[in-house]
């Protein structure tokens, strides 16, 4: 069986209302989110899972708030495992917004793997998707790196992605053998309270909460709850107290 090791690493922050995150609930209350590039090891694979801001901001203050490290690159950030970007082998994205694809062009030797509908978002998106710029992609589209896909695929063994249109029409989360079970990175922007809503939700019945910012809440969800039944270690993607986690599996 192949079982992986998996890195969060800071790759920038968000400060806003926390009803971004969590439908309907929250309004008002300011949040600080961490922003992910899941670095993937073993069986001879260099993967990440999203590659984050290009130029992420780091003040003690959003360190604080998120309880971890802010990496300034994504360099600074991979040199903590003693590796590259060009050293990845592969980047798989939960969706192409912004701050999800911002380092791909530095993964030169990496196959990257996306969902089709998100190809075709980003190069001719709505005025909503304002998140989706090309100039992201453009470079590793025209040599070749991108790799898509419109169904559920084993990527490699012990790694799948699968189709959560959640947050975007393409969004898709991944699942990765760990010794400790199998990790859920959600394709969708979400914390863990979104899994685990407090009791004054839970009594209304919601046994989770849908995403902030959804295409259709829901089916976003079912979609969630899905997933929440799926996972043995469940990781919604802009959840901070990862980021004061080294390694999971």
Same mark, same amino acid.
């Given at each position: 069986? @192949?079982?992986?090791? /998996?890195?969060?690493?800071? *790759?920038?922050?968000?400060? #806003?209302?926390?009803?971004?995150?969590?439908?309907? #609930?929250?309004?008002?209350?300011?949040?600080?989110?961490?922003?992910? @590039?899941?670095?993937?090891?073993?069986?001879?694979? $260099? /993967?990440?899972?999203?590659?984050?801001?290009? &130029?992420?901001?780091? &003040?003690?203050?959003?360190?604080?708030?998120?309880?971890?490290?802010?990496?300034?690159?994504?360099?600074?950030?991979?040199?903590?495992?003693?590796? %590259?970007?060009?050293?990845?082998?592969?980047?798989?994205?939960?969706?192409?917004?912004?701050?999800?694809?911002?380092?791909?062009? $530095?993964?030169?030797?990496?196959? /990257?793997?996306?969902?089709?509908?998100?190809?075709?978002?980003?190069?001719?998106?709505?005025?909503?998707?304002?998140?989706?710029?090309?100039?992201?992609?453009?470079?590793?589209?025209?040599?070749?790196? !991108?790799?898509?896909?419109?169904?559920?695929?084993?990527?490699?063994?012990?790694?799948?992605?699968?189709?959560?249109?959640?947050?975007?029409?393409?969004?898709? &989360?991944?699942?990765?053998?760990? $010794?400790?079970?199998?990790? !859920?990175?959600?394709?969708?922007?979400?914390?863990?309270?979104?899994?685990?809503?407090?009791?004054?939700?839970?009594? *209304?019945?919601?046994?989770?909460?849908? &995403?902030?910012?959804?295409?259709?809440?829901?089916?976003?969800?079912?979609? *969630?709850? $899905?997933?929440?039944? *799926? %996972?043995?270690?469940?990781?919604? #993607?802009?959840?901070?107290?990862?980021? @004061?986690?080294?390694?999971?599996?």
């Amino acid at each position: 069986m @192949s079982l992986y090791k /998996i890195h969060p690493i800071v *790759m920038g922050t968000k400060v #806003f209302d926390k009803s971004f995150m969590t439908y309907q #609930f929250g309004y008002g209350q300011k949040y600080t989110i961490p922003i992910y @590039s899941w670095y993937i090891e073993g069986n001879g694979h $260099k /993967i990440l899972v999203d590659t984050g801001e290009l &130029s992420p901001a780091r &003040s003690e203050a959003r360190e604080e708030a998120i309880g971890g490290r802010i990496y300034t690159s994504l360099e600074e950030g991979l040199a903590r495992w003693d590796t %590259a970007p060009e050293e990845i082998d592969i980047v798989i994205h939960t969706h192409l917004h912004n701050d999800h694809c911002e380092n791909d062009d $530095k993964c030169i030797n990496a196959s /990257i793997y996306v969902h089709e509908k998100e190809i075709q978002t980003i190069l001719d998106p709505h005025p909503l998707d304002y998140r989706y710029m090309e100039d992201f992609i453009l470079g590793v589209q025209e040599n070749g790196q !991108i790799i898509t896909t419109d169904k559920d695929i084993e990527v490699v063994p012990g790694i799948s992605m699968f189709h959560t249109p959640v947050h975007t029409e393409g969004g898709m &989360s991944v699942m990765i053998d760990t $010794k400790d079970g199998k990790a !859920i990175i959600t394709g969708f922007c979400c914390i863990m309270e979104n899994f685990n809503p407090p009791p004054p939700v839970r009594g *209304m019945g919601l046994e989770v909460i849908p &995403s902030g910012t959804v295409i259709n809440p829901y089916k976003a969800y079912d979609i *969630m709850l $899905k997933v929440k039944g *799926m %996972a043995d270690i469940l990781m919604p #993607f802009h959840e901070p107290k990862f980021a @004061s986690v080294d390694t999971i599996g």
